[in-house]
Nanobody, 114 residues
Framework: QVQLVESGGGLVQAGGSLRLSCAAS????????MDWYRQAPGKQRELVAT??????NYADSVKGRFTISRDNAKNTVYLQMNSLKPEDTAVYYC?????????WGPGTQVTVSS
């Protein structure tokens, strides 16, 4: 089973940027759909961005500010986050499906101060 590990989280001021990375334990070439989710305290986990091959989709709340990308050669998926807002504060998770099972990374904390 593939393992996913997120990194790149941290504390940033509002208006700042962060780039999250999701490193997979094996080739992601066959993992056609990869996602980023987030979960804020007391809230449900929500889908932030999806990349399917070369196509991307975003939640309305991050559209125009976040960019998801993948580097199959490095087995890594990225989430570039610009113009961060305090409401973006959450634990961010990378995920994919493998043989019909949803795989999750342990998450990385992003905190945006006002």
């Amino acid at each position: 089973q593939v393992q996913l590990v997120e990194s790149g989280g941290g504390l940033v001021q509002a208006g700042g940027s962060l780039r999250l990375s999701c490193a997979a334990s094996r080739s992601i070439f066959s993992l056609h759909v990869m996602d980023w989710y987030r979960q804020a305290p007391g809230k449900q986990r929500e889908l932030v961005a999806t990349i399917t091959g070369g196509n991307t989709n975003y939640a309305d709340s991050v559209k125009g500010r976040f960019t998801i990308s993948r580097d199959n050669a490095k087995n890594t998926v990225y989430l570039q986050m610009n113009s961060l807002k305090p409401e973006d504060t959450a634990v961010y998770y990378c995920s994919c499906y493998e043989y019909g099972t949803k795989i999750w990374g342990p998450g990385t904390q992003v905190t945006v101060s006002s």
